[in-house]
C-alpha cells in the first residue's frame, strides 16, 4: 500500500495517541465518588458502543445476505460479529477493571455486568452456530436470521435492562432529563476517544472483511486444482 493511500491510519494513530494522554494529563476527574477512576470512561464506553455499532452492522449485512444472498454480505456480517464479540470482552474487562477499584471487586453480577455477560453468550452461541453447520449456504442463511434476531437483544440488554433495575453502576452519559453531564473538556475528549474507536472499528472492520475474501478465493481456487 502506498504511502499516500495510508494517511489516514497515521491520522488515526496521531489522534488516539492525542486523546490518551489528554485521557490522563488534560481531563481533571469531576465526578464525585469517582476520583481517578472515572479515566477509565474514555475507553470502557467507547467499547460498549463499537460493540454495539458491531452488532447492527452485522445484522444489516445479515438482512442485505437474505435478500440477495451475496456471499460478501455474509463476510461482513460474521467479521463485524466477530469485532463487536471482541469489543464486548474489552467492555467487560474495562468495566471490571473500574469495579476493582471502586467497589472493591471485580465482578459482583451487577445489572449492568449480568447483561453484557448474556450478551457476550448470545454471540458466542452466533459462532457455534456457524461451526456446527459445514454447509455454506445453509450456514450463511441460518446465521444471518440469527443475527438479526439477536441484535434485537442489543438494546434491551445494553441500554434497558441497566436502567429499569436498580444498579451500582453510576449515572449514564446522558441521564433521564436527555442533558450530557460532563464538564466540557472531559466531554471533548469522551466524544474524539469515541469518533476514534469508531474509526479503528472500521479500519478492522475493512481489514476482517479483506482476509475472509482472500482465503475464501485461496479455498476456491484449490477446490478447483484438486477436482480438475
Not at 9 to 34: C, D, E, R, S
Not at 103 to 126: C, E, H, T, V
Not at 198 to 212: C, D, E, S
Request: proline share 3%.
Amino acid at each position: 500500500m502506498s504511502l499516500d493511500k495510508k494517511w489516514w491510519q497515521y491520522l488515526l494513530g496521531i489522534w488516539m495517541t492525542v486523546v490518551i494522554i489528554l485521557a490522563f494529563t488534560l481531563v481533571q476527574p469531576v465526578v464525585k465518588g469517582l476520583g481517578q477512576s472515572v479515566r477509565i470512561l474514555f475507553f470502557h464506553v467507547p467499547c460498549a458502543w463499537v460493540a454495539t455499532l458491531a452488532f447492527l452492522v452485522s445484522a444489516v449485512y445479515s438482512i442485505r445476505y437474505l435478500r440477495n444472498e451475496d456471499h460478501n454480505h455474509d463476510i461482513m456480517a460474521y467479521s463485524a460479529a466477530h469485532i463487536g464479540l471482541l469489543f464486548t470482552i474489552l467492555a467487560t474487562v474495562t468495566g471490571a477493571v473500574w469495579a476493582q477499584e471502586i467497589w472493591g471487586k471485580a465482578w459482583n453480577w451487577d445489572p449492568r455486568q449480568i447483561s453484557i455477560f448474556i450478551l457476550m453468550l448470545i454471540y458466542a452461541a452466533y459462532f457455534a452456530l456457524r461451526s456446527a453447520v459445514e454447509e455454506e449456504e445453509k450456514q450463511a442463511r441460518l446465521a444471518a436470521v440469527y443475527s438479526i434476531i439477536a441484535f434485537v437483544t442489543v438494546p434491551f440488554l445494553m441500554f434497558i435492562v441497566p436502567r429499569i433495575i436498580d444498579s451500582l453502576h453510576p449515572d449514564p452519559l446522558i441521564n433521564t432529563d436527555a442533558k450530557i453531564k460532563m464538564e466540557t473538556t472531559m466531554c471533548y475528549v469522551f466524544f474524539a476517544s469515541l469518533a476514534g474507536f469508531t474509526a479503528i472499528f472500521f479500519w478492522m472492520l475493512r481489514l476482517k472483511v479483506r482476509v475472509m475474501q482472500i482465503n475464501r478465493t485461496l479455498e476456491i481456487e484449490q477446490f478447483n486444482q484438486e477436482v480438475r
